[in-house]
T-cell receptor, first 114, second 114 residues
Framework: AQSVTQPDIHITVSEGASLELRCNYS??????LFWYVQSPGQGLQLLLK??????LVQGIKGFEAEFKRSQSSFNLRKPSVHWSDAAEYFC????????????FGAGTTVTVRA | NAGVTQTPKFRVLKTGQSMTLLCAQD?????MYWYRQDPGMGLRLIHY???????AKGEVPDGYNVSRLKKQNFLLGLESAAPSQTSVYFC?????????????FGEGSRLTVL
């Protein structure tokens, strides 16, 4: 079975500074990897995904993530954070053979200070 | 296009009462899921369905039942609610990996069991 670890529970970043959120997964084969964002009181919205090919993927809202097989990681980055990026971020992993289920990490809450 | 709609959005129950959460999607998705979200635990899969008339257990199925009588609807039932079922419940739907892999989420249903 696949699993996801997000080591950072909470990150505080200044507006305009860069942001990196860590995600490590456990799965024996090539996984499907996702990052979702949840604004307060809302459902989850897809930021980006990796299925195959180029290991650096671009997403919405200026986010990108890099798949590193050797490190079993899929870290999310943004060069310059805006106050509206304050939210909870979830990394998720899926497997080709498991009925299209996703396993989610515990989430990282991002606070943006002025 | 409403996407994924959950009803009700808020509910308070007493221990032992029963209730049903309704999820409706208008995207003709084959796959539907019920997750619960608890602080520090991310989203955990309760039950899911890979098509009309099918259901399967996820990570935390105990105390819940589901039905998928129509393709567009996925019902989550609590037969005898317990305080441990106090949570925010999210429904999601998907085409599956072969199209986009993205899960589309509802806005959530907050359930409190006293």
């Amino acid at each position: 079975a696949q699993s996801v670890t997000q080591p950072d529970i909470h990150i505080t970043v200044s507006e305009g500074a860069s942001l990196e959120l860590r995600c490590n997964y456990s799965y024996g084969a090539t996984p499907y990897l996702f990052w979702y964002v949840q604004s307060p009181g809302q459902g989850l919205q897809l930021l980006l995904k990796y299925f195959s090919g180029d290991t650096l993927v671009q997403g919405i809202k200026g986010f990108e993530a890099e798949f590193k097989r050797s490190q079993s990681s899929f870290n999310l980055r943004k060069p310059s954070v805006h106050w509206s990026d304050a939210a909870e971020y979830f990394c998720a992993v899926g497997a080709r053979s498991n009925d299209y289920k996703l396993s989610f990490g515990a989430g990282t809450t991002v606070t943006v200070r002025a | 296009n409403a996407g994924v709609t959950q009803t009700p959005k808020f509910r308070v129950l007493k221990t032992g009462q029963s209730m049903t959460l309704l999820c409706a999607q208008d995207m003709n998705h084959e796959y539907m899921y019920w997750y619960r979200q608890d602080p520090g635990m991310g989203l955990r899969l309760i039950h899911y369905s890979v098509g009309e008339g099918t259901t399967a257990k996820g990570e935390v199925p105990d105390g819940y039942n589901v039905s998928r009588l129509k393709k567009q609807n996925f019902l989550l039932g609590l037969e005898s609610a317990a305080p441990s079922q106090t949570s925010v419940y999210f429904c999601a739907s998907s085409y599956g990996w072969t199209v986009s892999g993205e899960l589309f989420f509802g806005e959530g249903s907050r359930l409190t069991v006293l």
